[in-house]
């Protein structure tokens, strides 16, 4: 049955925002990140970078831009994206550096902001202050969440139908250019009843609960801050009847990976399961609904497909690692729905295993959790994320020691992520003067020739303000080169656990980012070549600069000096008889 949402609604959505400030806030120059600030609540420098991180997302708009747009070198774009299939399918974000628009990496971030904006959007209780309130960015937050969220209600048109991609992966791989001249046709990928995908079916569902429940002001409990400001009912209600679609059509079509449905869409973002989309769809609807059933449905489907056993990264594909903390969360809140203490236990068997090892992360040299596999297309991502999960924890946590341990852990990988690193790269972008200068994006790159996009144009044409890199090499090593795109491209799940995070230290933290501390020129860029799956030249290991490569060239060179003349005088010897190799 096909489902048709009223237009007041539709239009309601825009009327009810949040205003937007007047004058807009807009970033500040880099070299404003090298200066400290007073500190002080808010800390300015959090507050800016909160911004910043909101800002990206405006600048990765597809569509037609609103009079409000911030980000005055990007343009209209993909205006016919639906038409293929007859239906409106503009708007929504580019996923990344290039332009396809992509369901499921994009329900994962919405869900995981709207889950940190229910946490950490409010600030003290006893000062009645929101986190992103108080940096002057919830009607931002607001803003960039229904840009995402009523495109999504677009490529849900029905119930058991769901567009999963628009645009082609390689033909717009193989465009380097601005977005007036993006290349066509840019067909529209769906999942339907005869061929479905339960983990972006469930996974979208996820993210309407999620954002549903902050819309609604359905907070887990005093132990959080409670969401920020952005009650409206008539929207959280359009939101959740999405969401009880999708769960539904999840549950009841067979059970898929969407790439086996759609193998085209599931080139850019293949999924690896889908019992942990359906475990936490199941989750934050037994919320929205005050549902002990669904909770139910969502410990089945956790013990269904081995989920405990799971220890590896939370990101767009891999929801498992925050199904334990949303588990106790939930039945922190409401006890009838299950046994807190069991949650408890299951949640910190995963994060002792980041803080304390035994998982399969390490760290590197400098500090940066990293994962084998995962990590190498996009390091600081699952540090990120682990981050945040701690970060969201820390009021359940059993102990005082643990609560301090993931405390620190998580500030250790913020801080890495913020300059205190091997490299001193902040790696958000226009946040100082030492973050990258050339992120892999062909919208701010300003250049047009796809075989050197190194050199095209030497120089980025715009600062990609707040874009979240890929980050460095397993040797912590920064390239900074265009074309290595695991090192330099942004995507919109990268800034996504960052927000939360920024969020947090807006209020909690007096003292700077770190990157405040670098000055320009801090980073100096390693000699050799990265190590990934865009260059394979510096995969033997970190490369000695070249001071380091003529004082090994002059110690070789002394040593077979040394080595000829003890060969010589051998020789000499055993000319003259003086010397029977022989003879003991």
């Known amino acids: 049955m096909r489902n048709i949402f009223p237009l007041f609604i539709v239009c309601g959505h825009v009327l009810a925002q949040v205003p937007l400030p007047q004058p807009p806030f807009m970033p500040q120059n880099a070299s404003l990140g090298a200066i400290s600030s007073a500190g002080g609540v808010p800390n300015p420098q959090w507050s800016s970078l909160l911004g910043n991180l909101l800002f990206f997302y405006e600048a990765q708009r597809s569509g037609k831009l609103p009079s409000t747009n911030r980000v005055k070198w990007r343009n209209d774009s993909a205006l016919t ?3 293929d299939v007859k239906l409106d399918l503009t708007g929504g974000y ?3 550096g290039d332009y396809i628009k992509c369901t499921f990496p994009l329900s994962a971030a919405v869900m995981s902001i709207c889950w940190g904006a229910t946490d950490f959007g409010k600030g003290k209780k006893s000062l009645h202050l929101k986190w992103y309130d108080l940096a002057n960015q919830t009607p931002y937050l607001d803003d960039m969440l229904r840009w995402s969220l ?7 048109p029905s119930n058991d139908t769901l567009f999963v991609q628009v645009a082609d992966t390689n033909l717009t ?11 066509e046709p840019r067909p529209s990928y769906q999942i339907n009843s005869t061929s479905p995908g339960t983990d972006v079916a469930a996974g979208t569902a996820a993210a309407f609960a999620a954002c549903s429940n902050l819309y609604a002001n359905r907070v887990f409990s005093s132990s959080y801050s409670g969401p920020a400001t952005l009650q409206n009912s008539t929207y959280a209600a359009t939101l ?13 079509a067979p059970k898929v990976v969407y790439q086996q449905s759609v193998p085209d869409a599931g080139a850019a973002y293949p999924s690896s399961g889908y019992g942990d989309e359906l475990a936490i769809a199941a989750l934050f609807l037994s919320w929205a609904q005050n549902s002990t059933s669904l909770f139910q449905q969502a410990q089945t489907y956790y013990s269904q497909y081995n989920l405990s056993a799971y220890q ?7 929801k498992t690692p925050g199904l334990p903390i949303l588990f106790a969360q939930v039945a922190q809140a409401n006890p009838s729905f299950g046994n807190v203490s069991k949650w408890q236990t299951e949640a910190e068997s995963y994060l002792d295993g980041v803080v304390y090892g035994g998982g399969e992360g390490y760290s590197t040299r400098g500090g940066l959790l990293y994962y084998p596999s995962d990590s190498d297309d996009a390091s600081l991502n699952p540090a990120l994320n682990a981050a945040m999960l701690l970060s969201r924890y ?6 005082g020691k643990r609560k301090q341990d993931y405390y620190n852990y998580a500030k250790g990988q913020v801080d890495y992520a913020l300059g205190k690193n091997p490299m001193s790269v902040p790696y958000v972008v226009g946040a100082n003067p030492n973050s990258p200068q050339n992120p892999h994006s062909a919208m701010a790159s300003g250049g047009s020739n796809i075989s050197d996009i190194n050199n095209s144009p030497p120089q980025e044409a715009y600062v990609l303000y707040g874009a979240v890199v890929g980050g460095p090499d397993k040797y912590d090593r920064f390239f900074d080169i265009r074309a290595d795109w695991p090192e330099t491209e942004p995507a919109i799940d990268y800034n996504a656990p960052m927000l939360t995070l920024a969020a947090m230290h807006v209020l909690n933290d007096t003292s700077d980012p770190f990157y405040t501390s670098l000055q320009a020129g801090a980073y100096q860029r390693p000699a050799g070549m990265p ?18 490569q003529i004082a090994v060239g002059v110690i070789v060179g002394c040593a077979g000096i040394i080595i000829f003349s003890l060969v010589g005088w051998w020789g000499w010897l055993s000319w003259k008889g003086d010397y029977d190799p022989c003879h003991y």
């Open 531 to 548: 190590c990934d799956a865009a260059y394979t030249d510096g995969c033997g290991g970190p490369q000695l600069s070249e001071g380091g």
């Open 94 to 96: 580019y996923d990344a």
């Open 150 to 156: 009523d495109w999504l209600i677009k490529a849900h």
């Open 81 to 83: 994206d639906g038409e």
């Open 394 to 399: 820390l009021p359940l946590a059993s102990t």
């Open 312 to 318: 590896g990264v939370f990101n767009w594909d891999s």
């Open 173 to 183: 791989n193989a465009y380097w250019g601005g977005d007036q001249n993006i290349p």
């Open 240 to 252: 959740l009847e999405h969401a009880q679609q999708l769960y539904n059509f999840a549950t009841s």
